[in-house]
Every structure is written in C-alpha cells, then in structure tokens.
C-alpha cells in the first residue's frame, strides 16, 4: 500500500511540474512587445541591427519611413519589461 501510494505521489508530483513548465512557457511566449526608436535621421542595415542589439539584446530592428516619402528610422521591437 505504502510503495503504490509513493508512486502515486511521485507521478502525481512530476506531472505538475511538467504542467507548471508548459504553462510558463507560453505566458512568456505572450508577452507583449514595445518599439522604440534608435535613430530617428537614417536606417542603415548593419548600424541599426548593432544599435538595437546592443540597447536591447532580444530586440528585433526595422527600418520603417518616418513619414510617406520620408527618411527612414531605425527601429527596435523588444519584450515590454
């Protein structure tokens, strides 16, 4: 009786961590994301993607025109702290 609840338990134990692990995993996967601008005056594909990294190591750059026509900026998508 002792050795088939202490199986129990511990399946019963390992199962909730597993379950614990799975759901953290996907709240961290939806978490919101923030931009902000790293240069404002022009976007070049390697001085971006360095300055984004280097302000925000899990950012993403972009450069996206500042208005319709217009020069474009730098931009660094990054997880909202």
């Not at 601008?37 to 996206?64: A, T, W, Y």
């Amino acid at each position: 009786m002792i050795k088939s609840f202490q199986l129990s338990f511990t399946v019963l134990i390992i199962f909730t961590v597993l379950i614990l692990g799975v759901v953290g995993n996907v709240e961290q996967k939806s978490q919101d994301w923030c931009w902000s601008i790293v240069n404002k005056d022009r976007c070049l594909q390697k001085e971006c993607e360095s300055l984004c990294s280097k302000k925000h190591p899990k950012g993403k750059f972009m450069c996206i025109p500042s208005t319709p026509g217009g020069p474009f900026q730098c931009n660094c998508r990054h997880p909202c702290r």
